[in-house]
């Protein structure tokens, strides 16, 4: 389960190739809505996908014009690593989002077991992934 760990501290550590280069964009997926958890469920595959959207970015920000020079992502709840391969490979395949050319394409990937938790009496649903 050590593997799995990662910490926030870790990212200019081990994600940015040099120091002067340090700025991250942040986004957070699934955001839904209390009506629709009731008879939607996400896969690992979807969040991973939505996490890329310009919708989920908490900047103003379409990386899709962009390039990445490296990806970490952190999920919570109920969360395989083998579904989280699958996800991270489909994105690679799929060249959803693009890496600079000059730094190794790396995405790291942590989990944490406890699931997801929103603020009581807001429309954002609790959900287990």
Known sequence: DGALNVDINEFQTNLVPYPRIHFMLSSY???ISC???????????EITTSA???????AK????HGKYM???????GDVVPNDVNAAVTSIKNKRTIQF???SPTGFKCGINGQAPTSVPGTDMADVKR
């Open 52 to 58: 890329f959207e310009p919708s989920s970015m908490m």
């Open 100 to 102: 600079v050319d000059w």
């Open 35 to 45: 009506e629709r958890a009731h008879h939607e469920q996400m896969s690992v595959s």
């Open 70 to 76: 490296a990806c970490c992502l952190m999920y919570r």
């Open 61 to 64: 920000c379409d990386p899709r």
């Open 29 to 31: 997926a699934p955001v």
